[in-house]
């Protein structure tokens, strides 16, 4: 019996994905449960699971191709077992053997390609039998042929290559076209949208890290060996956030049409970077959570946001947002703010600076922080007071733990 696989449900709000990657192909055994293709989406990438034990009789769009909600993607033959190659006609006397033999060879090798790779393939006239596979069973992926195409240009013009090959000219500039991802066009509409619908500002200060690196040196093996998990900076940042806002309940809130809603829960996102683009995973009630807690989830969403695995209850909501542009070695930034939230804290990197204390001038790990909010919400002197208590927990991170 042919059972038809269809388009998941889609998430609220998101009419229609791409057809990102194909893990099976026609005539390949599945099993029920078994990822067939990844679906992208402008939020997430959906897993397609056969719904039946059986084999691919048909695969109804290729990668790269835009599919709706429930649309019909792939055809399986239910209870089926995968079928050897179909044995070839005997050749005829006067037919060269080995000629035979390499067609059947390249044929049987462009049965086992996926779509999108049996179409460059084919547009580049490459014999896919030289091309060395690094997929699940040896299978060709797309960047195998891409590679195979970067080293057979190498060669070509390298200097034992004939001088009738096309030397490059002085001067000659190239260019590519790619298509942006759904998530990739996504962020920049909806970062758009913020600048223009919100009355965002920044603010900035700075903190001296000191204590909270004297902290962490101190308890850090300790930590580690009871919880599980190293102890970082962003707890230490996330907690001090929580503090300030219970005490400014605005840069907790959100505005709906003529309404500010106050929450009266932490949400927190924390931005991060991933191979498909910026990923804004959220932490519950943090204000419940330990520091081990916090640092446990924000390792899990970090590997989830590497391997592709952040679903919409991951992403969705949110009622502030900690951003680290510090990993990547930012000095100061404006963070944009991630609506329907107000207020986007942006961290940035340590960097050792002469501070006055005392009335002498030390060396100090010093930290720049920036507050973007939505002015229409938020007041001036709220921001900066906020500024100051996030400064002020981190300079003495007694504070946290006696919610001074």
């Known amino acids: 019996m042919s059972v038809e696989i269809k388009v998941p449900i889609l998430p609220e709000s998101v009419s229609e994905a791409t057809v990102a990657t194909w893990h099976k192909q026609v005539g390949d055994a599945v099993s029920i449960d078994e990822n067939l293709v990844d679906i992208e989406t402008e939020k997430v990438v959906l897993e397609v699971p056969s719904t039946v034990d059986g084999v691919i009789k048909e695969i109804k769009v290729e990668e790269g191709a835009t599919v709706g909600e429930q649309d019909i993607i792939a055809i399986i033959e239910e209870g089926a077992a995968a079928s050897a190659p179909a044995a070839k006609p005997a050749a005829s006397e006067s037919a060269a053997p080995a000629p035979a033999a390499e067609t059947s ?31 699940k069973n040896g299978r060709i992926l797309k960047e195998d042929v891409l590679n195979h195409l970067k080293s057979a240009s190498a060669a070509s013009t390298s200097p034992a290559a004939t001088t009738e090959q096309k030397t490059p000219q002085a001067g000659e500039r190239s260019e590519r076209r790619v298509p942006m991802t759904r998530l990739r066009a996504t962020i920049a509409r909806r970062l758009k949208e913020a600048q223009d619908t919100q009355a965002m500002l920044t603010t900035f200060n700075d903190v001296n890290l000191q204590a909270v690196i004297d902290t962490r040196k101190q308890y850090k093996e300790l930590f580690e060996k009871k919880h599980g998990t190293r102890l970082g900076f962003m707890s230490f940042f996330v907690k001090a956030a929580i503090e300030a806002l219970k005490r400014f309940p605005a840069v907790n809130a959100s505005i709906d049409g003529d309404d500010i809603v106050y929450h009266d829960y932490y949400d927190v996102g924390i931005a991060a970077s991933s191979p498909r683009g910026l990923v804004v995973p959220v932490l519950r009630d943090v204000d419940q959570m330990s520091f081990a807690g916090v640092e446990k989830s924000i390792g899990e969403y970090g590997q989830k946001a590497k391997d592709g695995k952040l679903t919409m209850d991951d992403l969705v909501g949110g009622t502030f947002t900690v951003s680290n542009g510090g990993v990547f070695g930012s000095m100061l930034s404006t963070p944009i703010v991630n609506p329907p939230q107000s207020a986007i804290l942006g961290m940035h990197r340590i960097e050792e600076r002469p501070v006055a204390e005392n009335g002498q001038v030390v060396i100090r790990p010093m930290m720049y922080l920036a507050l973007t909010y939505d002015h229409r919400i938020i007041d001036g002197k709220e921001s900066v007071l906020f500024l100051r208590t996030i400064k002020e927990c981190l300079e003495d991170p007694t504070r946290l733990l006696l919610e001074l």
């Open 105 to 135: 060879s390249t044929n049987d090798d462009a049965d086992k390609l996926s779509p999108a790779v049996r179409k460059l393939v084919s547009e580049n006239n490459l014999d896919a039998s030289v091309i060395k596979g690094t997929g």
